[in-house]
């Protein structure tokens, strides 16, 4: 009798273990880097002339944006967008920072970006720093950019990596979002994270 209680006992106990659930899977629409060891942190200045680094946003999911002023189509069609999914957010959108990265620093100046970014939307960010800082930048996030000629030494572009980036409330790289997909998929994404 007590070898046949100890084998309930057991069996109850194992029964236990299997109701016991893991936190659900988050299923996003874009590219998810939980885990990687990269975009880890950097130090630049803010459009009001703030030194600010990823601990600043800490407890807001913060999107990454790496582009340019000057940019004739992926920047603002991206920074648009972003506007767009904070109308969407509602009230959530105040846990989310959208902060555009210059790959630019020669023409993309504290001033001009005070007026580009905000012009999106007030709560964004501009972020720059000097050439050594922002190539240091972009390393650290994998972001390609290379400077293209134009007609006259200062009607040049800019090509760079067309997407952005996205942590979670503890500072953690989460997402990459592709450009041009529309609102709904980040949208989707960040509600996920924030919930």
């Known amino acids: 009798m007590k070898k046949l209680l100890s084998l309930l006992a ?3 106990l194992l029964a236990g273990c299997g109701q016991q659930s893991a936190a659900p899977k988050l299923e996003f629409k874009n590219t998810d880097l939980t885990g990687l060891d990269y975009a880890r942190d950097f130090a630049l200045t803010d459009h009001t002339g ?7 946003f800490k407890g807001k999911l913060v999107v990454m944006f790496f582009g340019y002023t000057q940019c004739p189509d992926v920047c603002p069609t991206t920074m648009a967008e972003m506007a767009a999914v904070m109308k969407e ?9 959208v902060a555009f990265v210059t790959v630019d620093p020669e023409r993309d100046t504290q001033a001009l970006l005070a ?11 501009g972020l720059y720093g000097d050439a050594a800082a922002t190539a240091k930048v972009a390393k ?4 390609f950019y290379a400077k293209v000629p134009g007609k006259t ?7 760079h990596t067309a997407g952005s980036y996205v942590f979670d409330r503890k500072g953690k790289i989460r997402l990459f979002i592709r450009h041009g997909q529309g ?3 980040i949208v ?3 509600k996920q994270l924030l919930s």
């Not at 703030?50 to 600043?56: F, N, P, Q, S, V």
């Not at 650290?140 to 972001?143: C, D």
């Not at 030494?153 to 090509?159: E, H, I, N, R």
């Open 188 to 190: 989707h994404d960040l």
């Open 10 to 12: 057991f069996a109850l």
């Open 89 to 97: 957010l509602g009230p959530l959108a105040e846990q989310v920072q």
């Open 183 to 185: 609102t709904a998929p």
């Open 50 to 56: 703030k030194a600010r680094t990823l601990a600043d």
């Open 153 to 159: 030494a200062g009607s040049y572009t800019v090509d």
């Open 115 to 125: 007026q580009y970014v905000p012009a999106f939307d007030a709560r964004f960010i």
């Open 140 to 143: 650290e996030f994998k972001v």
